[in-house]
């Protein structure tokens, strides 16, 4: 059947604004991805004491998470059940191996579905909408994580998330469709999405070392590279910091969730100002570049924590920054459906996810080695990790101003003008 004549038959069961309940299903998606991860960086404190890890076994045990989850094609939902049968340091690193490639197609399947769902003055805010998930899932994280490791131990803990992710996979394979093909989109959302996402066509799809030859998928991949080992360090490693700067796990639960709800903030301050500024006549490229400034200098503030272990300062500090992290991130999330074709968006989402990965695993094995040659410094242990975290970010905001510009490559039709 024609998609016009099924638009037809089923005008009156159409959704308004169904693009944003698409919007909502990734962004339940991200919530419990992230409750998922969250399991063990929260446990990892009591972990460390019942199974004798050091830091570098913990970095480890989380290295093996991110290696999947760099090179991850496919969801394997079954697996994030499986890190409650763990019993050691190599099952507690097999599963969340496991866990990691189960996990890694959620950021380029949300980017391509933006892609496909939004046009370009709400791209920002519609990738700020789902990825706040991941803050969501680490702030609602300890709520429920802890009061269930507290009554009946850590395996049920970890069984718990794995349940949510069955029940989101069903609302997914029922709901989810093309623009072109859904049966409950409305005519008049439906032209105001294919307008846009037709806008720009080739003959042939762009090749994958095409696609590397270009310094636009070189900024993308540095925005999630010099900006998520930063995040990774606050969701897994947050808890230890705490205990390092001498604050104890139950006291420090409000420090551990207030960056995620600064984060949280900061994704849609990201999206809806840039947004507001493309509104206002500003160009995608200049709006997007203007979040990724601001979240480049607001990291920085990371580097003051060192001179503290006042823990109310220490959230303050960390809340802003996790904001402009946040700002940053979203934008780097959003630049593959600003830049590329359809078809290539989820591509070059998945090159910056593997570059983030890659990011995280040498900063994660130099965390465990730093963090454990320096206990003898006490407080201070932790202190050129967080300078390096408030650096790294401002670094690639440079390189990403100066690799995402306009090129011969637009004129030729591979990427998007900016």
């Not at 590397?212 to 360090?233: N, R």
């Not at 940053?328 to 074709?341: C, G, H, R, W």
Request: charged share 15%.
């Amino acid at each position: 059947m024609a998609v016009t004549e099924q638009v037809a038959k089923t005008r009156t069961r159409a959704i308004p604004s169904l693009r944003w309940w698409i919007g909502g299903i990734l962004f339940a998606s991200t919530v419990i991805n992230y409750i998922d991860r969250q399991t063990l960086s929260i446990l990892a404190p009591y972990l460390k004491q019942d199974f004798h890890w050091t830091n570098v076994d913990y970095a480890n045990i989380a290295i093996a998470f991110r290696v999947a989850y760099s090179i991850g094609q496919t969801v394997c939902g079954p697996v994030s059940l499986l890190t409650s049968l763990a019993n050691g340091f190599r099952s507690f690193a097999l599963f969340r191996f496991l866990l990691g490639a189960g996990e890694s197609a959620n950021w380029p399947g949300a980017s391509k579905a933006v892609s496909e769902w939004f046009p370009k003055r709400e791209r920002g805010l519609a990738t700020a909408f789902y990825d706040s998930g991941s803050s969501i899932g680490g702030a609602v994280a300890p709520f429920l994580i802890l009061p269930i490791y507290f009554r009946w131990g850590w395996r049920v803990a970890f069984m718990i998330p794995g349940l949510l992710g069955f029940l989101w996979l069903i609302v997914w394979r029922r709901f989810y469709r093309r623009p072109e093909e859904h049966p409950l989109l409305g005519d008049g959302e439906r032209e105001m999405i294919l307008a846009e996402t037709r806008e720009l066509t080739t003959t042939r799809k762009t090749r994958f070392g095409e696609l590397l030859k270009l310094p636009q998928t070189w900024g993308t991949i540095i925005s999630k590279m010099f900006t998520d080992p930063v995040w990774f360090f606050v969701t897994d490693w947050f808890p230890i910091y705490l205990v390092a700067k001498g604050i104890a796990p139950k006291s420090g639960l409000i420090a551990v969730w207030i960056p995620f709800l600064a984060t949280d903030l900061g994704n849609f301050f990201g999206g809806a100002a840039s947004g507001f500024l493309i509104r206002r006549g500003w160009t995608v490229g200049a709006a997007r570049k203007a979040l990724v400034v601001f979240g480049g200098l607001g990291v920085t503030l990371l580097i003051p924590t060192i001179f503290t272990k006042d823990l109310y300062v220490i959230t303050l500090l960390f809340a802003i920054a996790t904001f402009s992290y946040a700002s940053f991130s979203t934008i780097a999330n959003v630049l593959p459906t600003d830049l590329f074709k359809s078809d290539s968006v989820a591509t070059v989402s998945g090159f910056s996810g593997t570059g983030a990965g890659i990011g995280t695993i040498v900063a994660f094995e130099l965390i465990g080695y730093f963090s454990d040659a320096r206990q003898a410094t006490a407080t201070h242990a932790f202190d050129p990790i967080v300078i390096a975290a408030g650096l790294i970010p401002f670094v690639g905001m440079i390189l990403v101003l100066l690799l995402v510009r306009n090129t011969r490559a637009t004129e030729a039709g591979l990427v998007r003008r900016i």
